[in-house]
């Protein structure tokens, strides 16, 4: 069902993401090829957008898929954009997609994460380590950044804690604010609020490109990098919000270490 709502709400809407991106109106209108006159009765409900400028300033706002459907609901019209989590099989294919691509990585630790860093999937090597965690903390779903960070996640085995914490906290914070959300502000809360445990083991002094994950285990310290890929040209909601993190080897014994420990599982 559309036109459930009033015009004028896709204009409230389409401002307040204006405003969030700190542009105005003369920059947004430019951006999406339209006029300040026209951008200005839009935004306040004197005109009701077309389609194509909701989804032309969609794209210049950076909105995700969601926030978009949602404008062109608000303005009358249907959603562009499909969510497979709304249909079982289209659920399934895009599972399977990403199964493929968390084996493709094996031996290497890759987890799918959502926009809300709770865990989809996760290959052999990512529930390796998942098992030095208490299992209280995975219960689904599983929160990537909660498991890093927490007294009885991962915090005592990261050997560079501190600036571990620093990135996760610097990438919530990203994230809640290009699409805010009542849950990340909650996650962001918690997790500011665990204890810093700087570790007095000094820095790896070798050459490195890239902030390492140092993480003791047993009588290993394995050295990884993370990467993050997400799908390049997304057209579906569920898609859109996902991203594969994948922690590759960043010296020889941690290589040798993953790799040993997948022919023995």
Known sequence: MTGSLAPSVAGALL??????????????????ETSTRHLSFVETGRSRPSRQLVLRLGQALQMPLAEQNQVLLAAGHAPEFQDARRDAT???YLLEVLDLALAAHDPWPALVIDAHFDVVAMNAAVERLMALVDPELLDPPVNVVRVMLHP?????RVLNHGAWRAHLLRQVRRHAAAAPSADLQALLTEVAGYPDRRSAAPAHAG?????????????AVLRTYSTVATFGTPLDVAASELAIE???PADETTRRWFAEAAARA
């Open 152 to 156: 009885r996640g991962l915090a005592d």
């Open 90 to 92: 289209a659920t399934r």
């Open 15 to 32: 401002r307040e993401w204006r405003a969030r991106r700190r542009l105005s109106q003369l920059d947004l209108a430019n951006a999406a």
């Open 246 to 248: 994948t922690f590759l």
């Open 207 to 219: 050459p490195t490109f890239a902030l390492p994950l140092e993480l003791r285990v047993d009588d």
